[in-house]
């Protein structure tokens, strides 16, 4: 038996192997695995990148729970913590039936039957696509391409439902205790509910053009405790948002000791729950994202350009020349936003008229 300086064995039947150390057990005694290969630069490889993902890389040694295992590891550093929260979730509770399968031994009715089974115990269409979606991403981590989705029969998508009219749910909020994180949604780019709570007071600057909000980082609740993310969801999603003066002058009310405070400085749960609470107090169902899918709808409908849209609201459609290389000029957008912004005063204007009457 032959060892090379890289210490590489050659074994008697001419292939080669190389011992890697990775850990300890709980004994303390070493956690060690034995690569082998049919040439001295293949089992190097293949030890490098076993000590670097703690799996064996060859592809019919792997499962699928230890290739999603390792998939997950290979973004934890790089991906928002939802995302990552997300892909554990899923890793945990969706496609369970595969999971001990060697990731070269699956087939299409292995995966229909773990969709099956899952859709027995209640899962719906957009958990079950975004669980095999990690487990294809995971597989093609090493080179194994797993079946289409297009060849499964998954539950059929939920249908959305019609959203509240945007003038009565204003109504509703207006002078309420969520009117804030609420109106910085609905008006200003259809802000999702973590970048609103990651919002601070030094984000508010004023040029030529006007007085915007820097849209620059997301505050997430995971396991009921808050991750402060200094970036977005996604490239398009940092952004500034032109703030009209009813929303600046709201934040101005509010105390503050430094520039790094927090606008919104409440729990998502108790925020949450309010706002759940008032619109359903008063018989309307829809949750606080749709408030971002309110401010998409109602800009189309008063006509604005699509391409101010995407840029306000940092979406990205399916032409991706458009989405990433247009610029659009801040005098346009806020020239756009007018309409919008007449909207919403005029709403305002008859909401504080029609509740002073009533307190009179």
């Known amino acids: 038996m032959k060892t090379t300086k890289m210490s590489v064995q050659q074994l008697p039947n001419g292939t080669f192997r190389k011992q890697v150390t990775y850990g300890k057990k709980a004994n303390g005694k070493p956690l060690r695995k034995s690569i082998v290969g049919d040439t001295e630069l293949e089992v190097i490889i293949a030890a490098e990148e076993f000590k670097r993902l703690h799996v064996d890389v060859t592809p019919t040694k792997i499962t699928v729970k230890e290739a999603v295992k390792a998939y997950i590891d290979s973004k934890r550093s790089v991906i928002a913590p939802t995302t990552l929260y ?67 029969k998954l539950p059929p998508k939920t249908a959305k439902e019609e959203l509240p009219d945007l003038n009565k749910v204003l109504k509703v909020i207006i002078g ?42 997301t505050r997430v609740c995971i396991n009921g405790h808050d991750t402060i993310q200094n970036r977005n969801k996604t490239e398009l999603s940092t952004r500034d948002v032109p703030i009209p003066d009813y929303i600046y002058n709201l934040i101005q009310h509010i105390p503050h000791n430094s520039d790094t405070d927090f606008i919104v400085n409440e729990n998502y749960g108790a925020l949450k729950r309010r706002y759940d609470r008032l619109l359903k107090k008063h018989g309307l ?71 002073s009457d009533g307190a009179a």
Request: proline content about 2%.
């Open 86 to 152: 997300g892909y554990e979730v899923a890793a945990k509770n969706r496609l369970q039936a595969i999971y001990g399968f060697n990731i070269t031994d699956i087939k299409t009715i292995d995966v229909q039957r773990a969709i099956n089974i899952d859709a027995e115990h209640g899962l719906g269409y957009k958990s079950i696509k975004s669980g095999y979606d990690l487990v294809r991403s995971a597989a093609l981590l090493f080179d194994v391409e797993l079946p289409s989705i297009r060849k499964l």
């Open 176 to 217: 309420s205790s969520v009117e804030l994180p609420c109106l910085l949604s609905v008006w200003c780019g259809g802000m999702r509910i973590s970048e609103v709570r990651g919002l601070q007071f030094g984000d508010i600057y004023e040029d030529d053009n006007g007085r915007y909000i820097k849209v620059r980082r």
């Open 285 to 355: 169902k829809m949750t606080f994202h749709d408030l971002r899918a309110q401010f998409a709808t109602t800009m189309n409908g008063l006509g604005v350009e699509k391409e101010v849209l995407e840029k306000l609201g940092g979406w990205a459609n399916s032409k991706v020349l458009d989405a990433v290389y247009i610029r659009t000029p801040k005098q346009r957008v806020r020239d756009s936003l007018k309409v919008f912004d007449e909207y919403m005063y005029g709403v305002i204007r008859d909401t504080r008229t029609e509740k």
